[in-house]
T-cell receptor
Framework: EADIYQTPRYLVIGTGKKITLECSQT?????MYWYQQDPGMELHLIHY???????EKGDLSSESTVSRIRTEHFPLTLESARPSHTSQYLC??????????FGQGTRLTVV | RKEVEQDPGPFNVPEGATVAFNCTYS??????FFWYRQDCRKEPKLLMSVYSSGNEDGRFTAQLNRASQYISLLIRDSKLSDSATYLCVVNDRGSTLGRLYFGRGTQLTVWP
């Protein structure tokens, strides 16, 4: 089993609220990723990090921010949640060019 | 053009059938290749890495053709439990510093 954890697993929140999705891994992986995925649809990269204090925007990054202050922690923040943010958010990590491991995801519903 | 293209599917096959999935990638600098499996409403999980010489893991065989920029996955003797979406994944070691590119996925349903 991969040691990568996401919290919360499920979140229902009102429009306009600020939310932070947590992702932590205990494997010492240098690279971490955030993806958004709607049911039955493809994964979309939001942000990724290739090391501490280094982050890059993905394809859907305009409405969220990330930070990588510690190797094991890569939180994703939505400053103002909207119904269009309703989706599943998946965090992943990997070492170098090896395979990536995914967390179990956070299912976000914005009402 | 997308970085990774997969057979759209869906594939519906009987138990015991052999099924093959194909995937092409656009960046010749790509270095690492993987097949992932994703069950409905679950996270993707690694099925197997794909090596230049091809590799086999039980009923699963992966092949890589760098000249044609083509990856395949063969599943023999399909089981009901193989029903899932199969994702082709390519790693670009170039300017995007280790970004992973996922295909849209190919849905497989194995029926009794």
């Amino acid at each position: 089993e991969a040691d990568i954890y996401q919290t919360p697993r499920y979140l229902v929140i009102g429009t306009g609220k600020k939310i932070t999705l947590e992702c932590s891994q205990t494997m010492g992986h240098d690279k971490m990723y955030w993806y958004q995925q709607d049911p039955g649809m493809e994964l979309h990269l939001i942000h990724y990090s290739y090391g501490v204090n280094s982050t890059e925007k993905g394809d859907l990054s305009s409405e969220s921010t990330v930070s990588r202050i510690r190797t094991e922690h890569f939180p994703l923040t939505l400053e103002s949640a909207r119904p269009s943010h309703t989706s599943q958010y998946l965090c992943a990590s990997r070492r170098g060019d090896t395979e990536a491991f995914f967390g179990q995801g956070t299912r976000l519903t914005v009402v | 053009r997308k970085e990774v293209e997969q057979d759209p599917g869906p594939f519906n096959v009987p138990e015991g059938a052999t099924v093959a999935f194909n995937c092409t990638y656009s960046n010749s600098a790509s270095q690492s290749f993987f097949w992932y499996r994703q069950d409905c409403r679950k996270e993707p999980k690694l099925l197997m890495s794909v090596y230049s010489s091809g590799n086999e893991d039980g009923r699963f065989t992966a092949q890589l053709n760098r000249a044609s920029q083509y990856i395949s996955l063969l599943i023999r003797d399909s089981k009901l439990s193989d029903s899932a979406t199969y994702l082709c994944v390519v790693n670009d070691r170039g300017s995007t510093l280790g970004r992973l590119y996922f295909g849209r996925g190919t849905q497989l349903t194995v029926w009794p």
